[in-house]
């Protein structure tokens, strides 16, 4: 799913603001690639275990925080 709206989102910014936009498009699908793996590795080890609503509050904590991360680091890597 991910490769055919990335390809079809970056194509779109392309065509309308350049290859800048395409490129901060496509940016930003890797960086919240990692709250998505966080997400349901989370779902997929908890879940047998822990319930529905146990197990998705921590998941989306964890997506929020992976998240975060990767906004942090890439702001610091930005930047030099």
Not at 13 to 32: D, F, H, K, M, Y
Not at 49 to 62: E, F, Q, V, W
Request: contains cysteine; glycine residues 12%.
């Amino acid at each position: 799913p991910f490769a055919v709206f990335g390809l079809v989102f970056a194509v779109f910014s392309q065509i309308q603001q350049g290859g800048a936009s395409s490129t901060n498009v496509l940016r930003g699908i890797v960086l919240g690639s990692s709250a998505y793996t966080c997400f349901f590795t989370i779902v997929g080890i908890a879940l047998p275990d822990l319930g529905i609503g146990i197990t998705y509050t921590l998941a989306s904590l964890g997506a929020i925080a992976a998240s975060g991360l990767s906004y942090l680091l890439s702001r610091r890597t930005s930047k030099h």
